[in-house]
Structures are given as structure tokens and as C-alpha cells.
């Protein structure tokens, strides 16, 4: 059974950080591009960091970037998404999915086939 499973969200304060991992069981990363995704109250899920089999090509959303940075490790079967200088506006549910390599993609939602249950992130004083 094809499974992703998010962790590292919990409650940080503005300009804290936090690191979300994001790991996959029944199958392998490997041949799988990787996106991290996020969900506040009232809002459309949106993209916000993806990254491809070999890491050779990342994008992030123009409100994350040179703030978060998004990488993985095959060997262990998980990507991460580092989270710093956190501002209110990061709260959200963050979800991982996965879409294979041999089809067209890109860093939105409705190119993902594989999806974790999410993980809450709260930026807040």
C-alpha cells in the first residue's frame, strides 16, 4: 500500500523554524518528484515547494522563496522541507504528494497522484 506520511508541524513563533519530513512506505521515492503543498482555513491548497527525482530542479512559491528550502534523500525514502523566518501567513495544513517521472508535472495540486494525511503548521505569538 502506497502510503506518505508527514511530520515535524506543530505551533513556532513568527521568525521561528521548523523542518517537515516527509517519508514514503510501500514503495520508492525514487522515481517519484515530490511536492509540498499547504491549505489555510478558506483557502485553495497551493503549492509551495516541489522538487524532482534527482533534486536536479526545485521550485518554490514567490512567498517561500529564500526562506524555505526543500531537499531529500532516497536512501531514506523522505523529503524535507526546512521552514525558516516563519511568518503568520505560513499557517496552513502542509500536505507531501507524489506524482511519477514518466508523466508531465508541475508544482500544483491537480499533477499529484499520491498524498499524505498533513501536517498542521501554526506561526503564531
Known amino acids: 500500500q502506497l502510503q506518505l506520511v508527514e511530520s515535524g508541524g506543530g505551533l513556532v513563533q513568527p521568525g521561528g523554524s521548523l523542518r517537515l519530513s516527509c517519508t514514503a512506505s510501500?514503495?520508492?521515492?525514487?522515481?517519484?518528484?515530490i511536492g509540498w503543498f499547504r491549505q489555510a482555513p478558506g483557502k485553495e491548497r497551493e503549492g509551495v515547494s516541489c522538487?524532482?527525482?534527482?533534486?536536479?530542479?526545485?521550485d518554490y512559491a514567490d512567498s517561500v522563496k529564500g526562506r524555505f528550502t526543500i531537499s531529500r534523500d532516497n536512501a531514506k525514502n523522505t523529503v524535507y522541507l526546512q521552514m525558516n523566518s516563519l511568518k503568520p501567513e505560513d499557517t496552513a495544513v502542509y500536505y507531501c504528494?507524489?506524482?511519477?517521472?514518466?508523466?508531465?508535472?508541475?508544482?500544483?495540486?491537480?499533477?499529484?497522484?499520491?498524498w499524505g494525511q498533513g501536517t498542521q503548521v501554526t506561526v503564531s505569538s
Open positions: 504528494a507524489a506524482v511519477i517521472t514518466t508523466v508531465p508535472y508541475m508544482c500544483v495540486p491537480a499533477d499529484y497522484h499520491y
Open positions: 510501500g514503495f520508492s521515492l525514487n522515481y517519484y518528484a
Open positions: 522538487i524532482s527525482s534527482s533534486s536536479s530542479n526545485r
